[in-house]
């Protein structure tokens, strides 16, 4: 059974750093594409960032391209995401996702983590 923890959310303030941490245990992380979601107040769950099993490949959300960075490191099982010049719109729970397809949203889904950017 795949579990996923996250961890690494926070205040902060605009123009700040955080970085977002998941951990997969219960299979080979190597064989799952990883994705970060969020979901804002009043809002759908959105689609954040990508990247491909064995980390060569990412895609991002236009809305956070050049702020964000996921990455992985199959050696520790964990999914990174590195979030600069973060903005008050960036406020939102930020959940973890893992697809054993390698594509971009599977059904496994992490508990979630709060990121609040304050102005």
């Known amino acids: 059974q795949v579990q996923l923890v996250e961890s690494g959310g926070g205040l902060v303030q605009a123009g700040e750093s955080l970085r977002l941490s998941c951990v997969l245990s219960?299979?080979?992380?190597?064989?799952?594409?990883m994705a970060w979601f969020r979901q804002a107040p009043g809002k759908e769950r959105e689609f954040v960032a990508h990247?491909?099993?064995?980390?060569?490949?990412?895609t991002y959300a236009d809305s956070v391209k050049g702020r964000f960075t996921i990455s992985r490191d199959n050696a520790k099982n964990t999914v990174y995401l590195q979030m600069n010049s973060l903005k008050p719109e960036d406020t939102a729970v930020y959940y973890c996702?893992?697809?054993?397809?390698?594509?971009?949203?599977?059904?496994?889904w992490g508990q979630g983590t709060q990121v609040t950017v304050s102005s």
């Open positions: 990247v491909s099993r064995v980390g060569g490949v990412t």
């Open positions: 996702n893992a697809d054993p397809g390698g594509g971009f949203q599977g059904d496994y």
């Open positions: 219960g299979r080979s992380f190597v064989s799952y594409g």
